[in-house]
């Protein structure tokens, strides 16, 4: 069975240090990786896509997420946060299989200080 | 366009009340998802239609109703619905395909009183 754990529930920084979010995933095949941003009262956003094209993805707002295979890691980074960064992370799975088969992790929450 | 519309933003209603929550999308895709997220907790999916027809529903209780007019629409129904249910209600929508990418739309914040 597929899963996906992201490694701490909160993740706090300062404006302009390095943003580093870790997702590792469960999966006995290649999986599609996903990277998704919810700002407070508002839906899901993607940051970016994994689909095996290349291991380095970059995405929106400055973020990328690096594919390693051996580590079974899709961690999410970006050089210099910000303070519009602050918002939850949702690291996502998918296989394929039936359709809307997207298996979230539980979500880190990242706060930026001045 | 990667917009996805919902509305109203915002619901309260009483457990004997009848509502709907409407999403609507105009990037032609033919998948669209209902998910419900609880505060502090990823989005657990609901339901999935695939061309207008209702592929998964994932063990949702019968006081959740959805409905696809066509390929742009999808509603959410409510009636009797209980305390517990109050949550934010996320509608997608992607190509037709497992691995495809799902847009969300922002979302109805409903709470049942």
Not at chain 1, 28 to 44: A, D, E, I, M, T
Not at chain 2, 41 to 69: A, D, G, H, Q, T
């Amino acid at each position: 069975a597929q899963s996906v754990t992201q490694l701490g529930s909160h993740v706090s920084v300062s404006e302009g240090a390095l943003v580093l979010l870790r997702c590792n995933y469960s999966s006995s095949v290649p999986p599609y990786l996903f990277w998704y941003v919810q700002y407070p009262n508002q839906g899901l956003q993607l940051l970016l896509k994994y689909t095996s094209a290349a291991t380095l993805v970059k995405g929106i707002n400055g973020f990328e997420a690096e594919f390693k295979k051996s580590e079974t890691s899709f961690h999410l980074t970006k050089p210099s946060a910000h303070m519009s960064d602050a918002a939850e992370y949702f690291c996502a799975v998918t296989l394929g299989g039936s359709q809307g088969n997207l298996i979230f992790g539980k979500g880190t929450k990242l706060s930026v200080k001045p | 366009d990667t917009e996805v519309t919902q509305t109203p933003k915002h619901l309260v209603m009483g457990m004997t009340n009848k509502k709907s929550l409407k999403c609507e999308q105009h990037m032609g895709h033919r998948a669209m998802y209902w998910y419900k997220q609880k505060a502090k907790k990823p989005p657990e999916l609901m339901f999935v239609y695939s061309y207008e027809k209702l592929s998964i529903n994932e063990s949702v209780p019968s006081r959740f109703s959805p409905e696809c007019p066509n390929s742009s629409l999808l509603n959410l129904h409510l009636h009797a619905l209980q305390p517990e249910d109050s949550a934010l209600y996320l509608c997608a929508s992607s190509q037709v395909g497992s691995t495809e990418t799902q847009y969300f739309g922002p979302g109805t914040r409903l709470l049942v009183l």
